[in-house]
T-cell receptor
Framework: DAKTTQPNSMESNEEEPVHLPCNHS???????IHWYRQLPSQGPEYVIH???SNVNNRMASLAIAEDRKSSTLILHRATLRDAAVYYC????????????FGGGTRLMVKP | DTAVSQTPKYLVTQMGNDKSIKCEQN?????MYWYKQDSKKFLKIMFS???????INETVPNRFSPKSPDKAHLNLHINSLELGDSAVYFC????????????FGPGTRLTVT
């Protein structure tokens, strides 16, 4: 699987938007971009995924660069509950999709 | 309702013992996984299991074996436990054609002394 690069940590103020970047310059045409997050002492949680177009759901938005070599997870209004490690993962959407997690970005939210 | 559950939550055991961790999902998913998160917090896939198809991460020692009595359960059996097996183990499940959206259990913290 192609590799992703994320900042180790980021800080945000509560109720402000957060942009979490991810670089994936070696992405292949069949790789989907997945985002998961892991709250303290919990299992990972699916956030969003996309292929080429920007995506929105109730949790976040995903902005994908035109060349697909980078993407940004956008939390529109950070809350204290959003403090977690956010993982950007590339994987093909085939059966037996085994996700390879990297180091992720630890997001800290200040009140 | 708990979607993906694991038992036990904590497991402390001695080197050389054999132990099992149970996983159950009530989501009707047809694919289940086991992941390992080590002390440095890196999550690594161990197995993917769908009906009769088992995909094993080549780095997993053969002391680890998944056992699936039915579609809703995927247990992890570990033989001859070693100190390096200490970690948090997560079970996950999804629909085969929606592999991007995996649901994880709360984890089992295994400590080998």
């Amino acid at each position: 699987d192609a590799k992703t690069t994320q900042p180790n940590s980021m800080e945000s103020n509560e109720e402000e938007p957060v942009h979490l970047p991810c670089n994936h310059s070696t992405i292949s045409g069949t790789d989907y971009i997945h985002w998961y997050r892991q709250l303290p002492s919990q299992g990972p949680e699916y956030v969003i995924h996309g292929l080429t177009s920007n995506v929105n759901n109730r949790m976040a938005s995903l902005a994908i660069a035109e060349d697909r070599k980078s993407s940004t997870l956008i939390l529109h209004r950070a809350t204290l509950r959003d403090a977690a490690v956010y993982y950007c993962i590339l994987a093909r959407n085939n059966a037996g999709n085994m996700l390879t997690f990297g180091g992720g970005t630890r997001l800290m939210v200040k009140p | 309702d708990t979607a993906v559950s694991q038992t036990p939550k904590y497991l402390v055991t001695q080197m050389g013992n054999d132990k099992s961790i149970k996983c159950e999902q009530n989501l009707g998913h047809d694919t289940m996984y086991w992941y390992k998160q080590d002390s440095k917090k890196f999550l690594k896939i161990m197995f993917s299991y769908n009906n009769k198809e088992l995909i094993i991460n080549e780095t997993v020692p053969n002391r680890f074996s998944p056992k699936s009595p039915d579609k809703a359960h995927l247990n992890l059996h570990i033989n001859s436990l070693e100190l390096g097996d200490s970690a948090v183990y997560f079970c996950a499940s999804c629909y085969r054609d929606r592999g991007y959206e995996q649901y994880f259990g709360p984890g089992t913290r295994l400590t080998v002394t």
